[in-house]
Each structure stands twice: as C-alpha cells, then as structure tokens.
C-alpha cells in the first residue's frame, strides 16, 4: 500500500516539475511545448519512480532525500528533450544538495573527488569534441550533470552510471541514424545520464 501512496505522492510532484520547468523556460525566454508527453510525462514518470523507489526497505527520511534526486534528475529529461538545455538553476542547488549529503559518506571526499573527476572528463571530452568535430559535442550543462552525478553516485556507481548513460545514448543514436538514413542527426546527452544515474540510484537503494 505505501508504495501506491508514495506513486501518487510522486505524480503531484511531477506535476510540479512540470509547472516548474514552465516558468524556467520562460524565464530563459524560451518557448515551453503542450504536447502529451512533455504535459504529462514528468507526473507518470515521477509516480512510477517514486512507487518503485519505496518498494525498497529504507527509512522515510533516505527516501524522500532520494526522491528529491529522482525529481531533479526527471526534470533534466523532459527539459533537455524539449530545449536541449541543462538549467544552472536547478543544477547549482542540486550540486550543493548533492555535496552536503556526500560530506556524510564514508569516506567524506570520495563524492566530490568523483564529481570533480567526471565533471573534468566531460569538460575535455567537450573541447576535445569541439576541436575535432568543429561543433558542439557535448554542452556544459552535461559537464554539471556529470559533476552532478559524481557527488550524488560516489566513485563506482557513477562509472556505471555514466556507462549506462553512454550506452543508452549509443543505442538510440544509431536508431536515429537508421530512422533518418543521416550522420548529421543529433540527440541530447543529459537524458541518458540522468536515466542511467536513475537506475544506479536504485540499485543502491536495493544494496542497503
């Protein structure tokens, strides 16, 4: 029953997201989109989370910590898919939110040794991409959500959460060079990111 109850905790939560990430884009003087899954994709796939989060035995507090995290990693999705833009103003409290929790691991500096290692990695993999490509290949914004990720992950889980993301991002790329019979289609990173930061903060809630 309570994981029921946590899923529909979590719809009213997605559905802030949405309404949330309105306002942002507006105030980034963008264009917000009304199109069924940019609506109602961030309340079902907040519910599903939070619904399958709270299957796992972990205290409420630890819970909802990680449910605040699965809020900021949904909004990432849905606003990189529609925009192809990465907010500073949700990453920045989100790395403090995410840098104060990893003071309380042991050890204290491993999060932000690995949020700073990743943030570099995706920081040279952008100019190095840049340089090559003559185009932006990755966006700062994916460097913040790496650094993101290894505050919130800690060192081994954000290296299989970054291969996850890699590899989701690989798979539909090669559909989308299928789809469009074109080399020159490009998708945005962060969703695949955040979903494999997604499926890695789950799996570390089944490990407690």
Do not use: N
């Amino acid at each position: 029953m309570f994981p029921l109850l946590w899923a529909v905790v979590g719809a009213a939560a997605g559905w802030l997201v949405r309404w949330g990430s309105v306002r942002l884009a507006r105030l980034e003087e963008l264009e917000p989109g009304f199109k069924r899954w940019q609506v109602f994709g961030p309340p079902i796939l907040c519910a599903i989370l939070f619904g399958v989060f709270a299957t796992e035995p972990m205290s409420l507090q630890l819970l909802a910590l990680r449910s605040v995290f699965v809020l900021v990693l949904v909004q990432v999705i849905f606003f990189d898919m529609e925009h192809r833009l990465i907010l500073d103003r949700v990453m920045f409290p989100s790395m403090a939110l995410a840098l104060v929790v990893s003071l309380f691991h042991q050890p204290w500096w491993a999060g932000v040794a690995t949020g700073l290692a990743a943030g570099l990695l995706f920081l040279l993999l952008a100019v190095v991409g840049s340089a090559i490509f003559k185009a932006e290949a990755l966006g700062f914004g994916d460097v913040k959500l790496a650094l993101f990720m290894g505050l919130l992950l800690g060192p081994l889980p954000t290296i299989t959460a970054l291969f996850y993301g890699v590899f989701l991002a690989g798979v539909v790329g090669v559909g989308v060079i299928i789809w469009t019979r074109s080399l020159k289609g490009s998708i945005a990173y962060g969703p695949y990111l955040a979903a494999g930061s997604l499926i890695v903060l789950f799996q570390l809630g089944r490990g407690q």
